[in-house]
């Protein structure tokens, strides 16, 4: 049986995932980083993405 995709479904779990990833990779580095210049830089870079006040 063939299996048909919708682009536009994929398009936006593509996109999704991108951004899940994105925000996991900063959350890690703002935790981990061993210079406090940098853990400051990953958590305001963090809030913009989610939309709230840095």
Same mark, same amino acid.
């Given at each position: 049986m063939p299996t +048909?995709?919708?682009p536009a479904a994929l398009a936006l779990a593509t996109s999704a +995932?991108?951004?899940l990833l994105t925000l996991t990779a900063l959350t890690f580095t703002a935790i981990t980083?061993?210079?406090p210049a940098r853990r400051r830089e990953a958590r305001t870079l963090l809030a913009l993405l989610l939309n709230r006040r840095p």
């Open positions: +048909t995709y919708d +995932t991108g951004y980083a061993p210079n």
